[in-house]
C-alpha cells in the first residue's frame, strides 16, 4: 500500500524502522506496540509513524495512561515554559490563556493567577487535577469544541502535537480559538536537530509509543504561509536541564548504540535499561534516551 503525507497528500521517502514499545502514557503495557516505519514528506518536510493507530485506539491508551507520573515535570527545568512564560508576560495584549493538552495545569499555576486561565485535557484524573487547580476546563478534546463562544489572545499546545495524526489540521485548529492578532505557541521534538539527524527512525522520541508526528522549521514555515499565519519566533533547546557530565555518558552511549546495534541488542538482552526481554523479546532495539540533547523547538505563531 502506498504511503503519502497525512497533511499534504504528497509523496513521502522511508527513513526507516521505529523499534516497538512496551508502554504507553506511563504504563506498561501486556503486550508490545508495533513501531512501524519512521517517513518524511518530499513537500512539507512533516515526519511521521507509519502506519497509526485510530485516535479511538489512541484516546483509549491516553485515558488509562498513568497520571501521576505519564508527564513528569519540574518547572525550573521546562525550558518551554520558562520561554512560554516571557513570551506572555511581555506581550501586554495576552490575558486569556488556552493550554491545549494542559494534563493537571501546572503549566498554568506556574503562568499565575493574573491570567484568564482555560485548559483542554482528555485524561479524567487530570482533568479534575486542572479543575481543582483553578483552570477553567472547556473540553476534553479539541475535537469537542463545536460553537466558539470565546476567542484567547494567547494558545498554547506544549508537548502535544507530537501525539496527533494531521499537525497541520490540528494547528488550524488552535487557530480557530485565537483572536485576530493572537498567539499560538507550540513546542515539541525538532527533526532537525543533529542529534535526529544521526539516529534517524532509531532516536529515542520517534520510538515513544504515542509519538506519531514530528515537525521541525521547515514544516512551521510551510504551516505558516498554508493557514496564512506569520512565523514570529523559533527557539531551539534541551529538553531538560543535564550536567557536563551528563550530557557526555548520553552522547557517548548513543552513538555506541548507532554504531555497533548487534552489541546494543546483546545487552539489552542481558538485562541493561530495565527491558524484560522474555517477555517481549521484540524490544531489542529500543533505542537509549537521549534526554539532555538539543533536540526540541518552540515555535510562536500570529494570527493576523
Known amino acids: ?16 524502522s521505529i523499534a ?23 513537500h512539507c518536510h512533516l515526519n511521521f509513524r ?63 493567577q493574573e491570567y484568564e486561565r482555560y485548559g483542554i485535557e482528555i485524561h479524567p484524573a487530570a482533568y479534575s487535577r486542572a479543575e481543582a487547580a483553578g483552570v477553567t476546563m ?52 525538532n527533526t532537525d536537530s543533529w542529534s535526529w539527524k544521526i539516529a534517524g527512525s532509531r532516536y529515542w522520541y520517534c520510538q515513544i509509543a504515542e509519538h506519531i508526528s514530528f515537525i521541525n522549521p521547515m514544516w512551521c514555515n510551510y ?13 531551539t533547546f534541551s529538553h531538560k536541564n543535564a550536567s557536563v557530565a551528563r550530557r557526555i555518558k548520553e552522547l ?7 554504531s555497533f546495534p548487534a552489541v546494543g541488542r546483546l545487552l539489552r538482552k542481558k538485562g541493561v535499561g530495565g527491558i524484560n526481554m522474555r517477555k517481549f523479546p521484540t524490544l531489542a532495539d529500543v533505542p537509549p534516551g537521549w534526554h539532555s540533547a538539543h533536540d526540541h523547538l518552540l515555535v510562536v505563531f500570529q494570527k493576523p
Not at 21 to 37: E, H, I, K, N, W
Open 20 to 42: 516497538d514499545a512496551c508502554s504507553f502514557a506511563g504504563r506498561s503495557l501486556d503486550s508490545p506496540l508495533s513501531g512501524g516505519y519512521l517517513y518524511q514528506c518530499l
Open 1 to 16: 500500500m502506498s504511503v503519502f503525507c497525512p497533511s499534504c497528500q504528497s509523496p513521502v521517502s522511508l527513513i526507516g
Open 50 to 112: 507509519w502506519p497509526q493507530l485510530t485516535k479511538d485506539s489512541l484516546d483509549a491508551l491516553y485515558k488509562g495512561g498513568n497520571d501521576k507520573i505519564a508527564w513528569h515535570y519540574v518547572p525550573s527545568q521546562r525550558k518551554d515554559w520558562t520561554i512560554t512564560k516571557t513570551i506572555i508576560q511581555n506581550a501586554t495584549e495576552c490575558i486569556k490563556v488556552l493550554d491545549v493538552g494542559c494534563f493537571d495545569g501546572a503549566f498554568l499555576s506556574f503562568l499565575g
Open 252 to 258: 557517548t552511549v548513543n552513538l555506541a548504540y548507532l
Open 223 to 235: 504551516a505558516a504561509q498554508e493557514i496564512g499565519l506569520s512565523v514570529k519566533q523559533i527557539s
Open 138 to 189: 472547556i473540553a476534553r478534546d479539541l475535537e469537542d469544541i463545536k460553537d466558539i463562544d470565546r476567542l484567547f489572545d494567547c494558545v498554547i499546545s506544549m508537548d502535544v502535537v507530537e501525539h496527533v495524526a494531521d499537525p497541520l489540521n490540528f494547528l488550524e485548529k488552535l487557530v480557530g480559538v485565537t483572536k485576530p492578532g493572537g498567539k499560538i505557541i507550540l513546542s515539541t521534538g
